[in-house]
């Protein structure tokens, strides 16, 4: 089955501690992108990639860091310089240029 | 911030058909109205989208008014799989934009039986 898949769906650190998190998608979709939600609170973008080896920053992307080194995968590393990193994270992707975004299942981060 | 407004929370009978709306009242003319849901913990789901005309499709329907300030979402028989968060976004065209979503906080829909 194609689709996004994100690991592990809970996640805790220690602050001080840089953290990744994964996301890899099969649907061979160009696009993919980082998410961030708050309790209550619609989505926010952390970074975006239309295509392998380039990405760029969404609208919160202090203390975040991505990488596209390949199609198929566009992880995430929270850093110790976010100052709130607990949160839900979500990726998603897209065919470039379409409407949908499909979405994984989020990971929830805790950082203590 | 959003460009959009919603309720903060609905009702709905199980069976009888949902209607959400959303204001967007400063909406361009090249700005198409997304709605999406998002069941408890898990990753939003793509539900429609329209520019002017209705659509409908095997989820809902989206009814866009004529001077397109506004639309509502319809799920026309509501089951309690459907109670969720559901957000309206506008948003231009994916090829004219720098992909960006602007997400508002949503309506919680709660359907009872």
């Known amino acids: 089955d194609g689709g996004i898949t994100q690991s592990p769906k809970y996640l805790f650190r220690k602050e001080g501690q840089n953290v990744t998190l994964s996301c890899e998608q099969n649907?061979?979709?160009?696009?993919m992108y980082w998410y961030r939600q708050d309790p209550g609170q619609g989505l926010r973008l952390i970074y975006y990639?239309?295509?392998?080896?380039?990405?760029q920053k969404g609208d919160i992307a202090e203390g975040y860091s991505v990488s596209r080194e390949k199609k198929e995968s566009f992880p995430l590393t929270v850093t110790s310089a976010q100052k709130n990193p607990t949160a839900f994270y979500l990726c998603?992707?897209?065919?470039?240029?379409?409407?949908?975004?499909?979405f994984g299942p989020g990971t929830r981060l805790t950082v203590t | 911030d959003a460009k959009t407004t919603q309720p903060t929370s609905m009702d709905c009978a199980e069976g009888r058909a949902a209607n959400l709306p959303c204001n967007h009242s400063?909406?361009?003319?090249?700005?198409?109205v997304y709605w999406y849901r998002q069941i408890h913990s898990q990753g939003p789901q793509y539900i429609i989208h329209?520019?002017?005309?209705?659509e409908t499709n095997e989820m809902a329907s989206l009814i866009i008014t004529e001077d397109r300030k506004s639309s509502t979402l319809i799920l026309p028989h509501a089951t309690l799989r459907d109670t969720a968060v559901y957000y309206c976004?506008?948003?231009?065209?994916?090829?004219?934009?720098?992909?960006?979503?602007?997400w508002g906080a949503g309506t919680k829909l709660i359907i009872k039986p």
């Open positions: 998603a992707s897209s065919i470039d240029g379409e409407w949908e975004q499909y």
């Open positions: 649907l061979n979709h160009d696009a």
């Open positions: 990639s239309q295509i392998v080896n380039d990405f």
């Open positions: 400063t909406i361009s003319g090249n700005e198409y």
């Open positions: 329209g520019l002017k005309n209705n």
């Open positions: 976004i506008v948003r231009v065209p994916p090829m004219d934009s720098n992909y960006q979503l602007i």
